[in-house]
């Protein structure tokens, strides 16, 4: 697997079916975003109010319950992109199981709602892990304060918080890229054969561990530039230059506004990427169909 290849296989995908993919992603990335703003607006319009045992930096939003909320919108794009990479593609359409017997099905042209029982245990262990990560990084923020506020004098002054804050961001930021590349790996491989199966998952890359963490960490890259190089031009037109203090609500119009367009980004980049190496590595659970991704 040769990492410049598999990244412009996937990109190559992506941009021959754009229009399927953006069909398959747009509607469940619109649900992660408006739940997440109305959960911002809700705890955070008024911080006071907030109560404390929902809040925690790990987040973003700052609470836990962001992580519940976003990963079953988070696994239908990773089982709608698969699917598709999968020859199994589905139409716009609304669907809602419960139980095996009960199932309500609407067919609605350009959008795709699931939610079954292969999508509700890909949420769950998307929100475990985000859940685990989440209270990592908040609780790597209590021990680096407590240990500042133990070894200096308070109080604490800007040039002894900042290079170790500066420090422990970059160190995140890779562990984080890592974990989640992995993450979208075990809990993509559980949707395309079915089962969950890390360490065979893990031994079928044997040999391309490290060229697989390469190709997520340039694709999760690419996104965040994108993303925040965007959202600082936001900020330069939307925040008043005069220096007063932006709205609350200008402030969600920023940051939730687009993160719309980059959660599609995201999450269908991402899932591309895992499709083309599970199509590579991994046989699919139903023997008929064949995957599209052909070996890097």
């Not at 609780?139 to 422990?168: C, I, K, N, Q, Y």
């Not at 687009?258 to 139903?286: K, M, Y």
């Amino acid at each position: 697997m040769r990492i410049g290849k598999t990244v412009a296989r996937v990109f190559g995908y992506c941009r021959a079916n754009a229009w399927p993919l953006f069909v398959a992603a747009w509607f469940p990335c619109f649900l992660t975003t408006l739940c997440l703003a109305v959960l911002a607006l809700v705890l955070f319009a008024d911080p006071g109010k907030a109560p404390t045992w929902l809040l925690s930096r790990g987040f973003d939003p700052r609470t836990w319950l962001s992580a519940i909320v976003a990963a079953p919108f988070s696994a239908m794009v990773l089982a709608f992109v698969l699917d598709r990479m999968g020859n199994a593609p589905e139409d716009g359409r609304v669907v809602v199981r419960r139980g095996i017997e009960s199932v309500k099905r609407f067919a609605i042209s350009g959008v795709r709602f699931e939610l079954d029982r292969r999508i509700l245990l890909a949420a769950l262990l998307l929100a475990v892990i985000q859940l685990f990560c989440g209270f990592a990084v908040a609780g790597e923020h209590r021990l680096l304060f407590a240990g500042l506020m133990a070894t200096h004098d308070l109080p604490l002054r800007p040039e002894d918080v900042a290079p170790w804050v500066s420090a422990m961001g970059a160190f995140n930021l890779l562990a984080g890229g890592f974990v989640l590349g992995w993450t979208y790996l075990f809990v993509g491989d559980f949707l395309w054969t079915g089962s969950f199966d890390p360490i065979g998952c893990w031994r079928a890359l044997d040999g391309n561990l490290l060229r697989f963490t390469a190709i997520m960490f340039i694709v999760l890259a690419i996104v965040a530039i994108l993303k925040y190089g965007l959202a600082l031009a936001g900020a330069l037109v939307l925040i008043p230059a005069d220096g007063a203090s932006p709205s609350f609500l200008t402030l969600m119009m920023i940051h939730f506004g687009l993160a719309w367009p980059f959660d599609v980004l995201h999450l269908v980049l991402s899932a591309a990427t895992v499709g083309t190496i599970l199509g590579a590595f991994r046989p699919r659970a139903v023997a008929s169909i064949q995957p599209a991704a052909a070996p890097p």
